[in-house]
């Protein structure tokens, strides 16, 4: 291979000079802040809820507000998670099926047809699984799952030419695509499940086996 | 790879000078267009590479990331 002429991050984090190179400590201080800021919002809502029907039983249907929001907050922020793998953009239908043969050479046999079942092509890295989607990824380490927003630049690429893009990215260098990458979510395997569509899921089950 | 899926810009053997050289020139003009060269290496794994390798049997051109 032509190692003079290589290197092996990506020429991508020119553009983000500013942040942190992401690696296992980061993922894991990211992990532990996004538990941490659960816990933070949902805590409050219950503990009110709680308090107030001991206060007032009558209170009970605000208290049931509380509830709610205890419930739908966290599932707001799993949902925004799972949002980066949902397909996206134009479909480019006429470039599709030479950019899905294309993506499909790149992937071995396994991979090539969960991803033309699932829509994720599934990658093993050093920090863990990743699924990468067309504008997006998650990465399935052992206790959660991180969500990264991340695209091509030149959206009219056919979808499957853009989860090639991004394969290729973070084939060149993990960390560094996790660095350009948004990091938009982190949390418990099965919150990220529950709000990915349903087509994607056994993309999950099969990064968690 | 582009808008239709891929388009082979150039092809060339490690004997062929003149045909590498006309692929080094396209390279070179993907390159002023924004493109990043890539040569994937199988196992996962892929290299960036700024000059073309005339050995490399495959090289794709691929457009930069972002964060979205």
């Known amino acids: 291979m032509p190692a003079a002429s290589s290197e092996a991050s990506l020429p991508e984090l020119a553009s983000v000079p500013w942040r942190q190179r992401t690696d296992e400590r980061w993922l894991r201080r990211w992990g532990r802040i ?3 800021w659960t816990v933070a919002y949902t805590v409050p809502f219950i503990a009110a809820g709680v308090a107030l029907i001991a206060i007032q039983p009558l209170a009970a249907p ?5 509830f709610a929001h205890a419930w739908i907050i966290p599932e707001l922020y799993a949902y925004r998670g799972a949002s980066v793998v949902r397909p996206k953009g134009p479909r480019n239908e006429a470039g599709e099926p030479t950019a899905q043969g294309f993506l499909g050479d790149l992937l071995a046999h396994d991979e090539r047809d969960l991803q033309r079942q699932t829509g994720l092509a599934m990658q093993r ?8 989607g067309e504008g997006g990824a998650l990465l399935v380490t052992r206790r959660r799952v991180h969500c990264f927003c991340v695209r091509t ?14 394969l290729l990215a973070l084939r060149e260098d993990e960390q560094g695509f996790a660095t350009v990458a948004n990091h938009a979510f982190a949390g418990a395997a099965w919150r990220v499940r529950r709000r990915l569509p349903k087509r994607m899921r056994p993309a999950l ?4 086996e | 790879m582009d808008g239709s899926g891929h388009t082979t810009l150039a092809e060339w053997t490690t004997q062929d000078d003149a045909a590498f050289q006309a692929a080094v020139e396209e390279f070179g003009g993907q390159l002023e267009l924004g493109y990043i060269g890539t ?7 892929a290299t960036h590479v700024r000059e073309l390798p005339r ?3 495959l090289v794709i051109m691929r457009r930069p990331i972002a964060g979205g």
């Open chain 2, 55 to 57: 050995d490399a049997d």
């Open chain 1, 62 to 66: 605000v208290a049931l507000a509380a």
């Open chain 1, 34 to 36: 996004w538990g941490a």
């Open chain 2, 39 to 45: 040569v994937p290496e199988g196992q996962g794994k």
């Open chain 1, 125 to 132: 890295g050093a920090l863990g699984i990743w699924l990468v």
């Open chain 1, 205 to 208: 089950s099969a990064a968690r």
């Open chain 1, 153 to 166: 630049t030149d959206p009219e690429l056919p979808p499957s030419d853009r989860v090639a893009h991004l």
